[in-house]
C-alpha cells in the first residue's frame, strides 16, 4: 500500500535547501547522494523542450540504492540520515559527503516535482523497487509498496518535473564546470568513478593544467593537525570557471564553497581546497566561517595568503613567458635596454598590465604589435586613455576591466609613468617654446594669432600657472563676461555688449580662471600675448589698461572675492615700458593696480624661467636631456596636429594675417 506522508521540516530551512536560484546546487547533492551510495557511474541528464528551455532533469546512477524501510525513514523528515554515525560508506569503500539528511530536499531548487525510483539488492541478492514522489506545492512525500524485480540492476533515478524559474542555468555553458569544480579532488583520488553531465564526461584532469599543494601551519590545526591547501589550475580553455576557496574534510570532499575574499587576478583560473577534518566537524557552521575567530577564521586567513603569494609566484613566471614570446616575435614595444629609472619603471608596469591582457592580445604579429603599442601609449596619458584602448581595441568585458581597476590600484607605477610623462613632455615643450622665441629665424617667422597663440590655447595654458582653467579664447569681452558671470553660478545671457573706454568691442587673446584660495572666492587672468618679434609699446600697454579699466567701470562685473589679472606678454620692449613695468616699492612687472585688478608687463623669458624652476626637480631625477627640433616647422606639427596646412608654413604667411 502506498504510504502517504507530510514532509517533518521546518518551512525556513525547507526554502534554504530548496532556494530556486540554486539549480547547480542541487545537481551537485545528487551526485553526491550518489557517490555516498557508491556509485561507480552517474548520468545527468538535461532533456529540452521545443523553445530549447529545460523540460525534464534526471540523475542517474549504479549505487546500491535505498531499502523501502530506509526510504520511509529518510524521507519522513530533515535529518536523521543513517549516515550521522558513519564516516565512510556502508561497504566502507569511499567518504561520505552528506550526514544531516538534508541533500534530497535540494533536488526541488530545480523542480516542483521529484520522483526517486531507487533499487537495492536483499541479502538473498533479489532486488527490490520502491518509488518516492515529493510535490513541492504539497510539501509531502508518497513512498510505494517495495515492488521485487525479476532482473535488472542496483541504483537510483532522480527524474525532476515541472522545472523552476532558474532552471534554465542548468543549460549554460559553465555548468559542466561548476560541477567538475566541486568534485576535482574525489573525481582524481577515485578515477573508477565516471560522471557524465548533459552528455559531457567530467573529467578534471582534462582542464587541468598544474596541482599544487601547500601545507599550512600545524599550529592553525590543533589537535586535527595541519591543514592542506590544494590548488588546481585549470586550462586556458576552462576560464568560465571563477577562483573559489572550497572547504573539505580530510578526504576531499567538498562541504562549503567562498568566493569572497578570494584574489581574482585576470588571466589564472583557479579552484583552491582546504582540506581540514576540522571542517566535517563544523559542517553546519561552515557559512558562518568568518565569524569563528578563534578556529576556522585564522585558518582561512592563512589560506588566503598562501593562494596570494602562489598567484604572485605563477604570474611571475607567465609574465616571463610570455614577454620572451613577444619579444621572439619582435612586438614587444621596447628596444634594447632602459636607459633611465623612468623608463624602467615604465617598462614593468607595462608588462604588468600587457600580460595581464594577454588573453585578449592578437596572435597575429601585426596586430599583437599594433595592440601593445597602443597600451604603452596609453600607460602614458591619463587613466581614461587605458580603460579606452582595453575596453575598445582588446574588447574586455566590464568584469575584466574591473580586473584591471584592481591590478592598477596595486600597481601604483602606473600613476608614476603618467606623471613623469607629463613632466618629460612639459619639459620638450619649454624647450621648443623657447626656440620659437628666440632663435633669430624662428621668432622673425612665427605668427601670433594663428600659431603661437593657437600653441598656447591647445593645452598649454599650464605655462601661466597649474591652478588655472581656460575660460575664453580669442572672444570679445562680451564672452568674458559671460564666463565671469558663470564662474558664479549665474548663467543668465548678457544682453548688452561690453565695451571698452572707447566704446569698441575688443577681442581678448586668453582669459583663465581659478578658484581663489580664500574660499568661495574667484581669480581671472586676462593675457594679451605677443610674438618675440613685436616690441612692446605704449599702444600695447594702452590696450590692456583699455581692458583692465572696462572691466573696472562695468557694474556687470562687480562681485566680490573677485580679482582680476591682466598681463601684456611680450619679449622685446621700448625704455618707456620698461620704465612704466619696474616702478620703485612694486613688484617687478606690476604697472599699475585698481580696486579689483592689477596690470602686468611680462616677459615670456620670465614665464619659461619659472616653469623651468618649479619643474628642476624632477628633470634632474627623470635624467632629462632635451632634444632641440631643427625646423620651426616640425615644431608646428608637433603642437599644431589639425591644423591648416598653410598655417603651418609660416615663411608664406607673414604678413597676411595682419600680424
Known sequence: MVQRFPVQVDADQFDRLARPTQPMAGVVELIWNALDAEADVVTVTVARTDLDGVDIVQVQDNGHGLTHAEALRDFRRLGGSWKKSRSVSKNGTRPLHGKDGA??????????????????AEIDDSLVRTKITGSLDASEFTVSDPERLGSGSAGTTVRIAQPREHAHRLLADAASSQVVIQLAVYLIKYPQVAITYDGKTLDPKAILERETSIELDSALGGHHGAPLLTIMEWRPEAKSIKPSLILCDAKGVALHEITEGIDTRAGLPYTAYLMWPGFAERVNEL?????????????????RAAIRDHIDSRLSERRVEQLERWKAE?????????????????RRVFDVVATAAAPAVAREPKAARLSLRLIREALAQPPGALHRVLKEVLDLTGEQLADFDHLLERTTLASIIYTNKLVTDRLDFLVDLESMLFDADKKKRLLERSQLHRIIANGKTWIFGEEYGLAVDDQGLTKVLEAHLSSLGDDRPVLRPVTDTEGHTRIVDLMLSKAALRGDGREHLVVELKRPSVSLTQIELSQITNYAVAVS??????????RWDFWLLGDDMDHVVENLARTPNRPTGLYTEGQNYR???????????????????????????????????????????????????????????GE
Open 330 to 346: 619582435r612586438v614587444y614595444p621596447y628596444s634594447g635596454q632602459p636607459q633611465t629609472q623612468a623608463e624602467a619603471n615604465e
Open 599 to 657: 596690470i602686468w608687463v611680462r616677459r615670456w623669458a620670465e614665464v619659461l624661467e619659472e616653469n623651468r624652476q618649479r619643474l628642476h626637480f624632477f628633470r634632474e631625477h627623470l635624467e632629462y636631456q632635451p632634444q632641440d627640433e631643427a625646423e620651426l616647422e616640425g615644431m608646428l606639427s608637433k603642437y599644431l596636429p589639425n591644423a591648416n596646412p598653410d598655417d603651418r608654413a609660416p615663411s608664406e604667411k607673414v604678413g597676411s594675417d
Open 553 to 562: 567701470e562695468d557694474e556687470r562685473f562687480a562681485a566680490p572675492n573677485v
Open 103 to 120: 541533500g534530497r530536499f535540494r533536488a526541488f531548487a530545480i523542480g516542483s516535482l521529484v520522483e526517486w525510483t531507487t533499487t537495492t
Open 287 to 303: 557559512p558562518l566561517a568568518e565569524f569563528d575567530s578563534e578556529t576556522v577564521a585564522p585558518i582561512l586567513d592563512a589560506a
